[in-house]
């Protein structure tokens, strides 16, 4: 859940992140119910890559709850109702992993598998684009996607194939 999660409410809490120097409760005061929206709808274009696949993803409200979390509910109240996430402090600059390897590996790589089989995904997009900027060097191209991968090109059965067998 890490690139759904962390690029949103990172980005979205720029300035609170550089002003506090890392002492900013991340999940306590950055993911505020908007943020908590914006990030859902983040998760739901994670899903569509998902579905695309042939896979039911679960959401990331739900997993958070799953894995112990926090309480049932819409992500805000799992992670509101959650007294080991709410005392989590936001790395102290932006330079963190939490975009370093969050946008290039996770986001700019489902975008780009999902783009491959017609998802799109302009919120991913926009906060490696954002990110990109705030990072210092281009999401896009410094993570992994489907070329890296040797599975660019391939439709859905060949993918299915490929992952089954190790066989192109």
Do not use: C
Not at 89 to 102: F, H, I, V, Y
């Amino acid at each position: 859940m890490n690139p759904v999660v962390h690029p949103p409410g990172v980005l979205m809490n720029a300035g609170r992140v550089e002003y506090s120097r890392g002492e900013f409760y991340f999940y306590d005061e950055g993911v505020s119910p908007t943020v908590a929206d914006v990030i859902m709808r983040v998760d739901d274009e994670r899903l569509a890559v998902g579905r695309a696949l042939g896979y039911d993803l679960t959401p990331a409200n739900e997993a958070f709850h799953k894995a112990g979390f926090g309480p049932a509910g819409d992500l805000w109240a799992t992670i509101n109702g959650s007294r080991m996430l709410t005392a989590l402090k936001a790395p102290g600059n932006l330079q963190s992993r939490w975009l370093t390897e969050d946008i290039p590996y996770g986001l700019a790589a489902w975008s780009k598998l999902g783009a491959q089989f017609g998802i799109e995904t302009p919120l991913m997009r926009s906060f490696v684009d954002i990110g990109s900027i705030v990072m210092g060097f281009d999401g896009w191209t410094e993570g992994r996607g489907p070329q890296e991968l040797g599975i660019a090109g391939m439709d859905i059965e060949e993918l299915k194939g490929f992952l089954a067998t190790g066989v192109r």
